[in-house]
């Protein structure tokens, strides 16, 4: 068997060699007493990076998540979101058992809803039977295809959602890749938005951790949350200190990522003609459609796997990321093996 060229997600990366020297040299307190001085290091700067007045540092995205809609969504309420989001796909039953609110989905253009589906998903119910708390975006939107939004899309919609006077989420946990796009910062997404989160542990390549930010109210009753749920740690400046590593040096190379993906976008629509929308591909997220070929995603995965490439099957479609941990010569390596699997 040949060594893995592992495509399954961006977050299988491995920790550099100075995330690894500066976890063993970490200086550490117990963050449950707020006291370890890494973890504070590295919450100020995604607060400064943002630009939201506070944060917090939590083992994932999804529990970032879990915690804002438990904090800004009441039970038996309804939170909107587009149509194929990971808050109401992978996270539904979370949400469910967690808080006890339900969706409104809607479906949008590659995961990218307008200001205007918006505004009509919050229009009151004559009778006042369902109540939309709180609206939730992701960007770059995993399931659209890494879609990007631009900050304008974004501010469309907080505008729908400021005249609802409804609150508005973002699940960046690949904003920097959406920034490396469109050249805006990450400040200036946040700037449209209520709260949002970010993951260190994707496209930035650190080994665990999201981060939650807000203004200091939202904040403070995050940690409340994040003790509630069973996430509070000890001292977790050890994994603190390859997060803030992450944060300097990550969103520096996206744009490899990128240009790996539309290589790998491109040779794989010569093997496979029509299986993927080059246009699409904008970010570090290939989704191909192998419907037309005579095997099932599942047979496809296989295929590969013996040739030494993991991929994920996502929506019906082979989905395959690139990261700091796949060069050039593994994109060649990975072409090279789609066509002998095609063949």
Request: negative net charge; contains cysteine; hydrophobic residues 45%.
């Amino acid at each position: 068997m040949p060594p893995f060229t592992d495509l399954r997600s961006d977050t299988v990366t491995r920790p550099t060699e100075a995330m690894r020297r500066a976890m063993a040299d970490a200086e550490v307190g117990d963050d449950w007493f707020g006291d370890d001085p890494t973890v504070n290091r590295l919450q100020d700067r995604a607060a400064e990076v943002t630009g939201h007045e506070a944060a917090l540092y939590l083992p994932t995205g999804t529990l970032c998540t879990q915690i804002a809609l438990h904090a800004m969504a009441r039970s038996g309420h309804v939170v909107v979101c587009e149509a194929s989001a990971h808050v109401c796909g992978m996270e539904l039953s979370a949400a469910a058992v967690l808080s006890g609110i339900t969706f409104r989905p809607v479906a949008g253009r590659s995961g990218v809803l307008s200001g205007a589906q918006v505004a009509a998903a919050l229009e009151p119910h004559p009778y006042d039977v369902t109540v939309v708390d709180l609206v939730t975006i992701e960007n770059t939107h995993q399931v659209g295809g890494g879609t990007p939004q631009s900050v304008a899309e974004v501010a469309d919609v907080a505008r729908a959602c400021a005249e609802a006077g409804v609150p508005l989420y973002l699940d960046g946990a690949r904003i920097f890749n959406a920034c490396a796009v469109t050249g805006a910062t990450v400040a200036d997404y946040a700037g449209q938005v209520t709260a949002m989160m970010f993951c260190l542990s994707k496209g930035l390549g650190a080994p665990i951790g999201s981060m939650l930010t807000g203004d200091a109210e939202f904040i403070r009753e995050a940690r409340r949350l994040k003790v509630v749920f069973g996430a509070a740690w000890r001292q977790a400046g050890i994994m603190a200190a390859a997060g803030l590593i992450a944060l300097e040096e990550g969103p520096k190379r996206l744009h490899e990522d990128h240009e790996n993906a539309s290589v790998l976008a491109s040779g794989i629509a010569e093997v496979l003609p029509g299986s993927i929308d080059l246009d699409s591909v904008a970010t570090n997220i290939i989704f191909v459609n192998v419907g037309g070929t005579g095997r099932t995603p599942a047979e496809w995965a296989a295929r590969l796997a013996a040739e030494g490439i993991l991929v994920t099957m996502v929506a019906g479609k082979i989905r395959m990321l690139t990261h700091r941990d796949i060069s050039k010569a593994d994109i060649e390596t990975t072409l090279a093996a789609w066509r002998r699997a095609a063949a």
